[in-house]
């Protein structure tokens, strides 16, 4: 059948981590690979109340298509939370409602990437990202994410070398897969790179309203508007199934996008965005996310308490101030792909770091996910995985 698939989707690979949720589904098994939301978290009464006032309000209305960048009261209400967060000035206009923001990414590649061309990402990188822009086959050229955010001195040694790269993705806030946030001073120094060297970064950030510790630090796009088109998602603070995500687009950009997402779906779920902008409206959207913030910030403590506990030396992990994820280092001796297989025999499943890497000789490292598992499942899964991994030293 080779001669019917398109060149594009020849490199194109399944998500591994989907493949691994299959095995992780087995009851028995203790589950930190998945990166979902806690259902438990889900504001079901008030959603169910929210679908019944639309469809009574709107009536036939509610049902109808919609315009492509969104339904405008919902745009409205992003701008204004930018403002009352950050203290930043967003016009609405400028906003456009996607169907999760993985759909940002498949527009932006759309729009903004050709094939062979570079397209500088963090490392590790959200996997998603990876398989969204690797559609418009672009080179990927990776650069190191530590502890204070992206690797600055590697990201000035390509510019000066030359690359044909003018998008930058990054994941600022709790970063899927790693749970490292970029420092202030990092964010910084990074938006003047952008504007110097005029590259435009997609800055994706579902998980940053997650903030358990600490103050929040300000968006790159607040810090260079005409160089960063901003991605956020309702899927990790209100529910993921409505599919409903937005970017923020700087104005040279706004029409080429619309025009993508109009020929891609004509408009997201106009339903879900009334329903979403209802709920809303009707309850308070910061009450309902320090339930959450709450939860995971417990089950992380309770995951880093384990950690501590129970991990061989020369095992390091992040310790994240917010977001669902922590980065497990091991030695390097050890493949994380070889403990996943000795840890499924202890019934305990994690996602490999491995598929996060352009570069392939990086195997030792893992992804921990803290949002839907409680205190003591969490220290008998680490227990378990622990003891899996002395096994392998
Ligand atoms: N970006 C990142 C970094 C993510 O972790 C996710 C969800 N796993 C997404 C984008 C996509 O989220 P959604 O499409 O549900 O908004």
Redesign the pocket.
């Known amino acids: 059948m080779q001669p019917f698939f398109a060149q594009r989707f020849e490199k194109v690979e399944p998500s591994f981590i989907r493949e691994i949720l299959k095995v992780a589904a087995n009851p028995e098994i203790i589950s930190f690979a998945g990166?979902l939301p806690n259902p438990h978290l889900f504001p079901v009464k008030a959603i169910e109340q929210a679908c019944q006032d639309v469809l009574r309000e709107q009536g036939a209305a509610a049902l109808q298509y919609a315009t492509t960048e969104g339904f405008a009261p919902l745009r409205q209400y992003i701008a204004d939370r930018y403002l009352s967060r950050h203290g930043m000035e967003v016009n609405p206009d400028n906003i456009l409602i996607t169907s999760?923001?993985?759909?940002a990414?498949d527009l932006l590649g759309k729009v903004l990437v050709n094939e062979g061309q570079d397209l500088i990402i963090e490392e590790p990188g959200?996997l998603?990202?990876i398989q969204a822009f690797s559609v418009y086959q672009p080179n990927f050229k990776p650069i190191t994410l530590g502890e204070e955010g992206l690797d600055l001195a590697a990201l000035d040694a390509l510019l000066e070398q030359g690359t044909s790269a003018r998008l930058l993705y990054g994941?600022p806030n709790f970063?899927?897969p790693s749970g490292v946030s970029y420092s202030r001073a990092n964010r910084e120094a990074l938006a003047e790179r952008l504007v110097r060297h005029d590259l435009l970064m997609v800055e994706?950030d579902?998980?940053g309203e997650l903030r358990f510790e600490r103050e929040h630090l300000p968006p790159i796009a607040k810090l260079a508007p005409h160089n960063t088109v901003l991605?956020g998602?309702f899927?990790k603070t209100v529910v993921?199934a409505f599919?409903l995500?937005w970017m923020v687009v700087p104005d040279w950009l706004r029409k080429k996008v619309t025009i993508a997402k109009q020929a891609t779906d004509l408009h997201s779920n106009a339903f879900s965005q009334q329903v979403l902008h209802r709920f809303l409206c009707d309850n308070s959207l910061d009450a309902h996310l320090e339930k959450i913030k709450e939860v995971y910030g417990r089950q992380r403590a309770a995951m880093e308490a384990a950690l501590t506990r129970h991990c061989p030396p020369g095992v390091s992990y992040t310790r994240p101030e917010g977001g669902m994820f922590l980065w497990l280092t091991l030695p390097s001796s050890v493949s994380a792909m070889a403990l996943f297989d000795e840890a499924i025999k202890e019934k305990v499943a994690f996602v490999p770091g491995a598929p996060f890497y352009v570069r392939p000789e990086i195997q030792n490292t893992l992804r921990l996910s803290f949002s839907c598992v409680d205190e003591a499942t969490t220290e008998e899964g680490i227990q378990r995985l622990c003891r899996a991994l002395a096994r392998m030293l």
Request: net charge neutral; aromatic share 10%.
């Open positions: 990166g999760g923001s993985q759909q990414l959200y998603g990202a994941v970063q899927n994706d579902p998980y991605l998602s899927s993921p599919r995500g």
